[in-house]
């Protein structure tokens, strides 16, 4: 069974500070990796996606990925009050499977 | 460019009921999704349709939700009868291509079964 693990939290982050967002998969051939972020009562929204090892950078922005250890991080520099939300971690294995598989979220809350 | 919609916003019927929850993707996505997030628990994939064609339902929980997707344009899922564990979010989702492109969340349909 496919699996998402992350620290629920909350997890709290002066403003103006990094906040360090984590996830573990289980299933080895996944292939595609999303941050999604969900305000109270909103829909998801994607922050970022990757699908190689290694880091991707987009704005404020750092998506790590690391297969060998199914691990996938989050990085927001700089953080900001309206940073505050719910993160969530998705992974999909492809191959006609696309349906996503996600974590249950960390709450994010960047203190002023 | 509008972006993915979903009709009624919020639900509550009696168990035993019948319900439907509409989706419009954005135009020109073919892959259509549903996900549903009950109270404290992950959001799960239900189904996927490429088109009009059910692509993986893997995620549906029993026969007692039905999807369409007629013309390959909007979906419905009709919950019938209702059970109080059908209660939670509904989300669609769509994307222009599959696994490796963006989905598109519409705001969800809450369903409470009373």
């Known amino acids: 069974q496919k699996e998402v693990e992350q620290n629920s939290g909350p997890l709290s982050v002066p403003e103006g500070a990094i906040a360090s967002l984590n996830c573990t998969y289980s299933?080895?051939?996944?292939?595609?990796f999303f941050w999604y972020r969900q305000y109270s009562g909103k829909s998801p929204e994607l922050i970022m996606s990757?699908?190689?090892?290694g880091d991707k950078e987009d704005g404020r922005f750092t998506a790590q990925l690391n297969k060998a250890s199914q691990y996938v991080s989050l990085l927001i520099r700089d953080s900001q009050p309206s940073d505050s939300a719910t993160y969530l971690c998705a992974v999909n294995v492809g191959g006609g499977a696309d349906g996503l598989t996600f974590g249950k979220g960390t709450h994010l809350i960047i203190q002023p | 460019e509008a972006g993915v919609t979903q009709f009624p916003s919020h639900s509550v019927i009696e168990k035993g009921q019948t319900v439907t929850l509409r989706c419009d993707p954005i135009s020109g996505h073919d892959n259509l999704y549903w996900y549903r997030r009950v109270m404290g628990k992950e959001i799960k994939f239900l189904l996927h349709?490429?088109?009009?064609?059910?692509?993986?339902e893997s995620g549906m929980p029993n026969n007692r939700f039905l999807a369409e997707r007629t013309g390959g344009t909007y979906s419905t899922l009709k919950v019938q009868p209702a059970e109080l564990e059908d209660s939670g979010v509904y989300f669609c989702a769509s994307s222009q291509d599959s696994w490796r492109d963006t989905q598109y969340f519409g705001p969800g349909t809450r369903l409470t079964v009373l």
């Open positions: 990757i699908y190689s090892n």
């Open positions: 349709f490429v088109k009009e064609s059910k692509q993986d």
């Open positions: 299933d080895r051939v996944s292939q595609s």
